[in-house]
């Protein structure tokens, strides 16, 4: 039998306290997990709202988070917060939750298939610029005119013109600014 001090070390925070003890039950169970504080977090959040982003980031050890959420942005906020792993409540058993934290605990990362797959999709759906569209758009962010952004680039103010346009049209943009922004947010320059 696994001692305390070799167990991998595992807290739940849940504010909901049945929701909680039923975390704890399945848990305290496991062989080579023990409820101490240290270790992995597993936290339970119906949302992936700011307090649950604040409680991942503030996290001393790995966070699984075990959420009714199913929104794949919001799973890569959390993701991007610090969480390890992601499950749906509503389809997390005793076995899947034990697993995940034990995948923590050794430094990987668990999502379930479905939500995998949306972020994959999401992936795919990501807009990219080539490298001229990128100088382009990043001349045009630091306030040059096309003359300029031609001559800068040896291009003809009609290319560059053509560019922007391609830009603001693929991507279902309004105008010239309004590229540059979300370009600016989608971290695409």
């Not at 749906?88 to 058993?93: A, E, L, P, Q």
């Amino acid at each position: 039998m696994t001692t305390l001090e070799t167990a991998v070390h595992v807290r739940v925070v849940a504010a909901d306290p049945f929701l909680r003890a039923g975390l704890e039950a399945a848990l305290s169970t496991a062989p080579g997990l023990a409820l101490a504080p240290g270790g992995i977090t597993v936290l339970a959040s119906d949302d992936i709202d700011g307090d649950a982003l604040r409680a991942i980031e503030s996290a001393e050890g790995a966070v699984v988070l075990v959420t009714r959420q199913r929104d794949a942005a919001a799973a890569v906020r959390a993701l991007g917060a610090g969480a390890c792993a992601v499950l749906h409540r509503d389809r997390t058993g005793p076995d899947t939750l034990v697993a995940a934290v034990r995948a923590a605990a050794t430094g990987h990362g668990t999502l379930p298939p479905g939500l995998l797959d949306d972020l994959v999709r999401m992936r795919a759906e990501t807009p990219s610029l080539d490298p001229r569209e990128q100088a382009v758009l990043r001349m045009v962010a630091d306030g040059h005119e096309t003359a300029e952004i031609a001559t800068a680039l040896s291009y003809s103010s009609r290319t560059v013109s053509a560019i922007v346009h391609d830009i603001t049209h693929r991507l279902r943009l309004k105008n010239r600014a309004h590229a540059v922004a979300y370009a600016l947010r989608q971290g695409l320059i």
